[in-house]
């Protein structure tokens, strides 16, 4: 299954509700989850990106929609890269080489 890495970077009105609800972080997960793809890992950073989560997706189109669900709410901004394990970028490397 695909896997994916969304950094992500909250709003204002975000982190409001963060602060008065820190609950709020794991109903997000339940809410992805329910739409097909499953949260592999969770962080919290501190920097540039405020969250790092690393998400399993049946496809391209499944990930592309909760990004757009999850960016439509207007509290956060997202970024997401689809991650290749190494060995498998080697393999492909190797066999066209």
């Known amino acids: 299954m695909p896997t ?3 950094l992500s970077t909250i709003g204002p009105d975000g982190w409001a509700t963060i602060r ?4 709020r972080i ?3 997960k339940a809410e992805v989850e329910s739409q097909g793809l499953t ?3 969770q962080y919290a950073l501190m920097g ?3 969250f790092l ?3 399993e997706a049946p496809d391209e189109e499944t990930m592309a929609r909760a990004a757009v669900d999850l ?4 509290t956060m901004r997202t970024t997401t890269l689809q991650a290749i394990p190494v060995d498998t970028f080697v ?3 190797e066999a066209s080489g």
């Open 48 to 50: 540039q990106y405020d």
């Open 4 to 6: 994916y890495v969304m």
């Open 71 to 74: 960016a439509a709410r207007g």
């Open 26 to 28: 794991r109903a997000v």
């Open 91 to 93: 393999e492909a490397l």
């Open 53 to 55: 989560n690393v998400i």
């Open 39 to 41: 949260v592999i890992a």
């Open 20 to 23: 008065e609800k820190p609950e």
